[in-house]
T-cell receptor
Framework: QKEVEQNSGPLSVPEGAIASLNCTYS??????FFWYRQYSGKSPELIMS????GDKEDGRFTAQLNKASQYVSLLIRDSQPSDSATYLC??????FGTGTSLTVIP | KAGVTQTPRYLIKTRGQQVTLSCSPI?????VSWYQQTPGQGLQFLFE???????NKGNFPGRFSGRQFSNSRSEMNVSTLELGDSALYLC??????????????FGSGTQLSVL
């Protein structure tokens, strides 16, 4: 079983909509989670980190962590075409989810 | 503060050859991890070096090896290249490593093509 599983998508949403990206994890060691965004042909860049249960908001992005359910999500409000990218979920181990490709349609 | 530097940016090799990739982490970062990325496979963990020692290893054959120098710069070597080794190779640096609640900083990657 993979340590980190993502809803692989691809996901398409219209501009201005909410995009919801989800990740489940199997190991109980991970205490923190990170979301990385990767544009085509570029390297991943960190956009959100979350260390405790609950929600964390940063601008249009909200990360949610539920350790009891071993579930972490990323919500992107008011999605923009510039949000079109692959989003990678990562716990505090070495393994990443396979990524979710998001396309925001103008 | 300079970011993570990977060289070369592109490489073209033929089957059977070997290749060495270089990664210079952010100043002060002692952990360097390497990843292979292919379409549809996401980021596959190769190995992690910390203070010149391989501390963690993924599930790759022994043809993939690495090392880290005293200045934290790291190299990755792939011997006897196969067509399936064609991929984007990314290195990431952090202060203590991914297992310590730390974010990773990625280099631009080396795109390896094996013909």
């Amino acid at each position: 079983q993979k340590e980190v599983e993502q809803n692989s998508g691809p996901l398409s949403v219209p501009e201005g909509a909410i995009a919801s990206l989800n990740c489940t994890y199997s190991d109980r060691v991970s205490q923190s989670f990170f979301w990385y965004r990767q544009y085509s042909g570029k390297s991943p860049e960190l956009i959100m980190s979350i260390y405790s249960n609950g929600d964390k908001e940063d601008g249009r992005f909200t990360a949610q962590l539920n350790k009891a359910s071993q579930y972490v999500s990323l919500l992107i409000r008011d999605s923009q075409p510039s949000d079109s990218a692959t989003y990678l979920c990562h716990g505090n181990q070495f393994y990443f989810g396979t990524g979710t490709s998001l396309t925001v349609i103008p | 503060k300079a970011g993570v530097t990977q060289t070369p940016r592109y490489l073209i090799k033929t089957r059977g050859q070997q290749v060495t990739l270089s990664c210079s982490p952010i100043s002060g970062h002692r952990s360097v991890s390497w990843y292979q990325q292919t379409p549809g496979q996401g980021l596959q963990f190769l190995f992690e070096y910390f203070s010149e020692t391989q501390r963690n290893k993924g599930n790759f054959p022994g043809r993939f090896s690495g090392r880290q120098f005293s200045n934290s710069r790291s190299e990755m070597n792939v011997s006897t290249l196969e067509l399936g080794d064609s991929a984007l190779y990314l290195c990431a640096s952090s202060l203590a490593g991914a297992g310590f609640n730390e974010k990773l900083f990625f280099g631009s990657g080396t795109q390896l093509s094996v013909l």
